[in-house]
């Protein structure tokens, strides 16, 4: 059965830090993996999705990396900002093609000014 | 605004009570999602569907149904409220693919049961 698991809970730094999130995963045959950003008491945001053919993929200053063989991917963040504290989550199809997906519990992120 | 549309935002129900949360979508997507997120967890799947008429149960199915008349439609119905069913439920729909991309969510009902 496919876990994911999101390290750390939280994390705080100060504004302008690069800073990494992690997630990893148990089952390495996956056909992708997605980031959302979840703001307080609101719905999840799409941020970037990797195929599995792919190793990265970019987004303004966003870049998320993906590791099939060992299970892990993480999200960089250069030079955060305070409007980056919000709950960042990584998710993964199960099988079949149904878009199910397998979250992880998320990392919050809070930035500093 | 395209998207998904969930109602109520709020609901505050007795233990035994029921209710029924809305989910519209307007982008023609054929796969619904219900997740529910209690504190500091991820989202774990209710129920989905693949298309009007087709519905089926995912990670926590009990205590809830659903059903999906028309694509735009899936609401989920909770019978006998309990207190484990204290939550924040997200209605969501993407493309009919492997989960790849144009996942959208609605903004979530936060529900208390008491």
């Known amino acids: 059965k496919q876990e994911v698991t999101q390290i750390p809970a939280a994390l705080s730094v100060p504004e302008g830090e690069n800073l990494v999130l992690n997630c990893s995963f148990t089952d390495s045959a996956i056909y992708n993996l997605q980031w959302f950003r979840q703001d307080p008491g609101k719905g999840l945001t799409s941020l970037l999705l990797?195929?599995?053919?792919?190793r990265e993929q970019t987004s303004g200053r966003l870049n998320a990396s993906l590791d099939k063989s060992s299970g892990r991917s993480t999200l960089y963040i250069a030079a955060s900002q305070p409007g980056d504290s919000a709950t960042y989550l990584c998710?993964?199809?199960?099988?079949?093609?149904?878009?199910?997906?397998?979250f992880g519990q998320g990392t919050t992120l809070q930035v500093k000014p | 605004n395209a998207g998904v549309t969930q109602t109520p935002k709020f609901r505050i129900l007795k233990i035994g009570q029921s209710m029924t949360l809305q989910c519209a979508q307007d982008?023609?997507?054929?796969?619904m999602y219900w997740y529910r997120q209690d504190p500091g967890m991820g989202l774990k799947l209710i129920y989905y569907?693949?298309?009007?008429?087709?519905?089926d149960k995912g990670e926590v199915p009990n205590g809830y149904n659903v059903s999906r008349s028309t694509t735009e439609d899936f609401p989920l119905r909770l019978e006998l409220a309990a207190p484990s069913q204290t939550s924040v439920y997200f209605c969501?729909?993407?493309?009919?693919?492997?989960?790849?991309?144009?996942?959208?969510f609605g903004s979530g009902t936060r529900l208390t049961v008491v």
């Open positions: 990797i195929q599995s053919s792919q």
């Open positions: 969501a729909s993407s493309y009919p693919e492997r989960g790849n991309g144009g996942y959208t």
């Open positions: 982008m023609n997507h054929n796969y």
């Open positions: 569907s693949v298309g009007a008429g087709i519905t």
């Open positions: 998710a993964v199809p199960t099988s079949g093609n149904t878009g199910k997906l397998i």
